[in-house]
């Protein structure tokens, strides 16, 4: 099948972007020293994560139950579930627990206590505050020393080590910016590992990472993995970071423009929030987007003066009056969002549809 | 089961209120002597649909083709696809056709061209632009009594009437902007169908709506029918335009509050984007929001100083320290966008869960 043929809205996945997006951070982890975890939750897809780890991905981390169930049940057997305990879900996280190797993630001494409840021996990774201020504990706090402690003394616990996520990274204006919020993620976390060896809690583990970060960070000593997910796609976000190239980003939204009045200066396609999401992208960064049309699809160049103004549940509307029936590109601005409104990746090579890949995105 | 015992998150229907807010607004449009066509985009759901229909329903407004679909192989024989034609969909339109009676939307000679190529008879509506400005052709334009007349002229196609939708209505900050913006739409739609009505096209029908503008609406002479959708569950944003009283939002989302940092003023529950959508909400009635802590369940009150303030993909910040393991309901900022993040309904009265129903959110 062609392009041409496909009805819209459709998700295109650019399989040769794809396999270099992997193979490049397959290249970067080797060079720096660190091992793989990539985030699943970008693209939700049993082909993506095959890929990931014949490139050499160590294991998967995971968003949500679901996901953790989804991917055992198709022979990943090293998974991180990268968030807070939710206590309503440990019966589920046990019961997969005994057909995979699965790390839960902690920050607080109700969840530890959650865990000793479990009945089962359980992986456990301690979450790290670096600087994002979202979940975590804060380093330089006793009591989180005391926490590690406490996982590392309980005998129902494998203590796997600390765990961070710079998001912060995305805050920032310039790369000297998220370079620095790279280089801080690496100095408490590694600074905080050392003060709990002092204290006689091994940490075997120090895993850290975002995309943005990974994109400039130029030294990782003392990390052992990165959870990187974002980057098997990208996106306008991580474009306007500078995290890659035009030409890097995996995933579009095919559309049709249905709708133009007379005269005005916008136009509508089938293309609305269940499509690209409302995620406003990369705001701190001054341009007011809902998507970005692609004027080249060759080279990725974006067309400056054109993008998708506003979106309602499923009409998009474009700042500019293109002709109805004629069809459009639009790079989300943020692929994970974008991707979980879908139900398949339509994967193109060139102008060809060469396979059809299934998201798992249920909850 | 209790609704202690779900898993988090979860999405809470209270079949109560559903029930209510069904019959209520079933007995609004009978007396305003207009049919009711409710729009299924807001639940997605085969139950909720059949209670519509067995209140009264004439029939039902849907906004993809797999919706359509979806409903029309469930035994809804009478639906509307209220967004403009879209023509790669236009095969999967023509088959449909021959099951159920399906009315398109077209506001282009483009979308006409494309009809008459259909090989089979269609029903057909023009799609009127009644202020909200976004698709539909302007009603003071010449050429717009020339489309119509080409739907009326064509054999193949079966002129159903006009519609339109006054979207504009969400933008009133008072019952009065929204009681003008549904005046606007009657005056226009009524004056238009006249224009044509001299000018030898017959309109069969009028098709108008919006939920606020259905909330405050006093006269419908000349509409024949309305197809609001949102009623059904109402959000915060309809709470916000005065569409609805606390006690009637019949979703919530059930969340539990998985980290909060030592000393920190927030804490991190486990309901983000892809539980809440990234809906800012009535952004114009200045109270940045992306979802509202319910305070109190049996009246619907709000928590006036508690709110989900960010979310990122499956993380959502409160803006209060909150104990962790507690649970919180949100009243999310838009409905329909939230029900499309999730599989099913956990449907509840009181605090028994009572059914669960599948929300067909495919694409």
Known sequence: MQLDD???????????????????????????????????????????????????????????VYEARTFAEHGFDDITWAFPLVPSRLPEAVQLSAHCRLGLVVDSPEAVAALRTSGRPLDAWLKVDCGYHRAGVDPADPASVGLARD?????????????????HAYHGHTRHEIEAAANEERELMTTFAAKLRAADVPVPDVSVGSTP?????????????????????????QLALGSCGPGDCAVTVLA???SGRRGASF??????????????????????????????????????????????????VVNAPLAVGSRVRILPNHSCLTAAQFDTYQVVRDDEVVDCWKIWRGR
């Not at 001054?286 to 067309?303: P, S």
């Open 6 to 64: 496909l009805p819209t809205p459709a998700l295109l996945l650019d399989l040769g972007r794809l396999e270099g997006n992997i193979a490049r951070m397959a290249a970067r982890t080797q060079a720096l020293g660190v091992r793989l975890r990539p985030h699943v939750k970008t693209h939700k897809c049993l082909e993506i994560a095959e890929r990931q780890r014949a490139a050499g991905a160590v294991g998967i981390t995971v968003s949500t």
């Open 151 to 167: 996982l590392h003394d309980t005998p129902a616990i494998r203590f796997r080590g600390i765990l961070s996520h710079s998001g």
């Open 213 to 237: 970060a990974m994109a400039v960070v130029r030294d990782l000593t003392g990390v052992t993995e990165v959870r990187s997910g974002n980057y098997v796609f990208y996106d306008y976000t």
């Open 256 to 258: 049709t423009v249905v």
């Open 267 to 316: 136009s509508v396609i089938d293309a609305g929030a269940l499509a690209l999401s409302k995620d406003r992208g990369p705001e701190h960064l001054d341009r007011h987007t809902m998507g970005e049309l692609v004027a080249d699809y060759a080279t990725g160049r974006l067309d400056p003066a054109r993008r998708v103004v506003s979106v309602s549940q499923e009409h998009g």
